[in-house]
């Protein structure tokens, strides 16, 4: 395992997941960015002076939204190739957080063991 700070990629409602945790290793950033290096292939969240605001829910989370963002993410990384979420493993950098795609998990659904009787 790459790091033990993890983000959720939700595909299919165009939503990036990432926890109290993970945003309190980055120090509790105002502001972060995305950014995604070629070779090897990394995603990346970084601190800004100014970019996404940083705001945690009540479950803890921060989201970042945007089915456009997911879109060109999926055409970027084609690993993300079906319309299921994803788990992505990090690791504290100066900057922020790089999560490698090689840490790429599908997250499976729990099949509903009722039966339609």
Known sequence: MYGRYPIRLEVPVGRISISQATIHA????QFVALGIEA?????????????LRVRVTS???FYIKSK???KGLCEIIPLLNEPCSYKLWGKI???GMRFP???LEKIER????SSDD
Do not use: A, H
């Open 26 to 29: 980055m120090k509790d950033p």
């Open 39 to 51: 070779n090897p292939l990394v995603l990346k969240i970084f601190r800004v002076p100014y970019g």
């Open 59 to 61: 479950s803890k989370e």
């Open 68 to 70: 456009e963002m997911m």
């Open 93 to 95: 950098y100066e900057d």
């Open 101 to 103: 795609l090689d840490t």
């Open 110 to 113: 729990p099949q509903n063991e």
